[in-house]
């Protein structure tokens, strides 16, 4: 085995606990590199779970980084190298991947405003984690955060805080935290949850929602500047209410 193959666990991870820390710049170098050891690997009828993970993250982490379209080109290659796969064997962990595939490339649409996009892409995840065998209680919560911006954006406010309340009890569910979903993922539905509320001219539901949020981010950071990140978040969705 070659060093440089070696290597990839090592770079893959680092290029996850990168993308849950917020780290876009130093993600996006360890994920280009991954990319670049995956290419030297013999061809297999099967596609080789690190090329798609590699994929995936690269275009999560150019996502992150504001890169929108540069990130659906690597983020259609890792639901390319999803379905394959589960075409060959019909794990019930690759239909999550397919599924986690599909609900990034959903939030990728949607940064590029195409909200229809987005909700289809959320809707075939929603099927597709329902034929997995264990879904993932963080990858069910990630896709409903999704999901509710994406109903927001076309107008469904009272949908749209459904979803974001439904991915909150998920994203705060003992398996979730036991699985270290990323914090930021809580963030999107506390905040999305509120504008929801906002907009539907429900003031005293988005203070009530302000103030649950404002008082678990003070025990929960994110990113790397702490949970002061979370609670400006909060406070520029009230202001703007």
Not at 114 to 136: H, V
Request: hydrophobic share 50%; net charge neutral; proline share 4%.
């Amino acid at each position: 085995m070659s060093r440089a193959l070696r290597s990839l666990p090592a770079l893959l991870r680092k290029a996850e606990v990168c993308l849950w820390r917020g780290e876009a710049a130093a993600g996006i170098a360890a994920s280009r590199e991954a990319r670049a050891v995956c290419a030297t690997l013999p061809a297999s009828a099967m596609p080789r779970r690190e090329a798609r993970l590699a994929a995936n993250l690269h275009g999560a982490l150019l996502h992150l980084a504001g890169d929108y379209d540069e990130a659906e080109e690597f983020l259609d290659e890792a639901l390319a190298l999803a379905e394959a796969a589960a075409r060959h064997g019909l794990a019930h962990d690759q239909f999550v991947c397919c599924a986690g595939a599909l609900g990034d490339l959903g939030s990728n649409a949607l940064a590029l405003g195409d909200a229809g996009k987005a909700l289809a892409c959320s809707k075939r995840a929603e099927y597709m984690l329902n034929r997995a065998y264990r879904p993932s209680h963080a990858a069910q919560g990630a896709l409903r955060v999704t999901l509710g911006l994406s109903q927001s954006a076309i107008g469904d406010h009272a949908a749209a805080l459904r979803s974001h309340q439904q991915a909150l009890a998920q994203l705060t569910s003992p398996p979730a935290i036991a699985a270290h979903a990323p914090p930021m993922w809580s963030l999107a539905a506390r905040v999305g949850a509120i504008a929801a509320a906002a907009s539907l001219g429900d003031a005293q539901t988005a203070r009530g929602l302000a103030d649950e949020a404002l008082a678990a981010s003070s025990g929960a950071p994110v990113g790397t500047d702490g949970g002061e990140v979370s609670r400006e978040a909060i406070r520029a969705v009230v202001a703007m209410a």
